[in-house]
């Protein structure tokens, strides 16, 4: 009974411990790492490098930044560079389509105001 | 030198609640100007109508952002920290804008899409409505089974020369229309001489004819050449007439000039 006892008052506590000592341990961010890397492409492949340069060499810096504090063993702020990495990459990728979108539509209009000119002739 | 309002108790009271006020206010802790800046982002984004209808998956992930930079600020973790997540749901809703402008014009682009098209009919109609036309041919019932909108094999091979004639002159345009005899409702004779326009126009594209010469008309039961009271008169009156354009440089072939 006693040890089952103790088991219990201690169980929790050591399991918050272990917890604890896991979240502290911090790992490199890998998976934040290629996130990013996959973000830049994509934001790339949308043409961000036209349309939005700015946000697209903020989010490489950031992703360098991110893999030099690693390599220093700064794996927290790594991480944190790595996700404003992604954010920055996916609003240049989602701002870039967005553009592009709205070059499509006005061409659209220049063309259905073409068409209907021609037709009035 | 003494006050003489510290005298009267109201004046007290007040002075103390002057003070408990500005001990209240050094309490609490200064706001983080990022976490603001990143819950009135969210909040105009979360009241735009665009962004609501389109983009309300993004806005949901920048809401679930913007509950991390909430929870660090309530657990009193380093500013650094707010600021960065604060940072992070701001970009969030900035992507959230992006996409609702891009899904909005998306939507406008297809809207336009289809007028276009619409657009490019009537040109082409009002293109063919300036040629003169004139009647070639009249294909007579055995083209389709009463009741029917399906070409039959006899009927196909009546416009085995129309389609030779086509390819040859590449330059003419061609109108068919369907006509029927009086018996049934106008709506579904409308709709029945529609149907058999459309096939013989099928026809002519599945034989290589450009979709772009050819027009297809179902005219009802509202132009007959004979009588509809005898059964001579509406087998007349139940045909497909072909009718070509005509301009100087294409000649009618003689087989066209006799009609069937």
Known sequence: ?121 | MRLQISFQPSSLISIFIVFLSMLITACSPTPNKNLERARSDYQQAAHDPTVMANASADLFAADKSLQRAEDAWQDDEDTDEVDHLSYLASRKVDLARATASEVASKKTFDELSAQKDQVRLQARDTEIAKLKFKEVMTLGDVLFDTGGSNLKPGGVQQLYPLVEYLKKNDKTMVKIEGHTDSRGSSDYNLNLSQMRAEAVRNFLITSGISPQRISAEGMGEGSPVATNSTSAGRQQNRRVAILISESPQTMTPSSFGRGM
């Open chain 1, 1 to 121: 009974m006693f040890t089952i006892k103790t088991f219990l008052r201690l169980g929790p506590s050591a399991a918050l411990i272990s917890l604890l000592l896991v979240g502290c341990a911090s790992e490199p961010p890998k998976e934040l790492l290629s996130q990013a890397d996959v973000a830049i492409q994509n934001a790339e492949r949308s043409g961000a490098a036209q349309y939005e340069p700015a946000l697209l060499s903020s989010a490489r810096t950031k992703l360098d930044q991110a893999h030099r504090q690693v390599d220093d063993d700064e794996n927290e702020k790594g991480a944190s560079l790595a996700e404003e990495a992604i954010a920055e990459a996916n609003l240049a990728n989602a701002k870039a389509k967005a553009v592009k979108q709205a070059n499509e539509t006005d061409e659209m209009k220049k063309a259905i105001e073409a068409l209907k000119q021609e037709t009035s002739r």
